[in-house]
Every structure is written in C-alpha cells, then in structure tokens.
C-alpha cells in the first residue's frame, strides 16, 4: 500500500527551527514532483515549496529565505527545514507528490496526512 507519511511538526517559539519530513512507502520506483502545501485555520490550502526530481524549486514569497526544501530520492522522501518561523506559519503542513511509478502502476496527485506546526509568539 502506497502512503506518504509526514513527521516532524509540532509546537516551537516564534524564530525557531523545525524541520519536516514526508516518505513514500510502498514499492514505489520513481517520485515525480514533491511538493508541501499548507492550510491555516479559516484559509484555503497554499503551496509552500516544490522540488522537482532535478532539483529545482519553487517558493511561495511568504517563506522565501526561510525555509529549505531537499529531497533524498534513494529514501523516497522530502524534507522542509524551517527556520525563523512566525506566528503566521502555524497551519497543518501536508506533503503532495504529483507522480509516483509503483507496483500498481502510475498514480498521481497523492496526499499525506498532515503534520501540524505550531508556533507561538
């Protein structure tokens, strides 16, 4: 069964530091796209970050030189490090992959469940 499992969030003082990270588990050849989006209470989901499986990346404004995605494709994973965080980052973060060649074929648009950040002023 193919999941992406997030880990890493939690409650941290604003200017602080967290890092997340989502793996895909399954048997999952390849990993297109991986993307963290983010909704905060009352708002619409938001893309934070992507990263393709080239390296390149695209921030949102919001986070720009604060936060870092990488991805670690041998592990089927990626990872956000947050750093300098404000009160306005607190929402539940959630990994999405666009693509992922698995044993069951090609699937896409692919969700995990969610990791909440919390950060207090």
């Known amino acids: 069964q193919v999941q992406l499992v997030e880990s890493g969030g939690g409650l941290v003082q604003s200017g602080g530091s967290l890092e997340l990270s989502c793996a895909a588990s399954?048997?999952?050849?390849?990993?297109?796209?991986m993307s963290w989006y983010r909704q905060a209470p009352g708002k619409q989901r938001e893309l934070v970050v992507s990263i393709t499986s080239s390296g390149s990346t695209n921030y949102a404004d919001s986070i720009k030189d604060r936060f870092i995605v990488s991805r670690e494709d041998a592990k089927k994973t990626v990872y956000l490090q947050m750093n300098r965080l404000k009160g306005e980052d607190t929402a539940v973060y959630y990994c999405h992959v666009a693509r992922m060649a698995t044993d069951r074929g090609l699937l896409y648009d692919w969700w995990g469940q969610g990791t909440q950040v919390t950060v207090s002023y």
């Open positions: 399954g048997i999952i050849y390849s990993v297109g796209v």
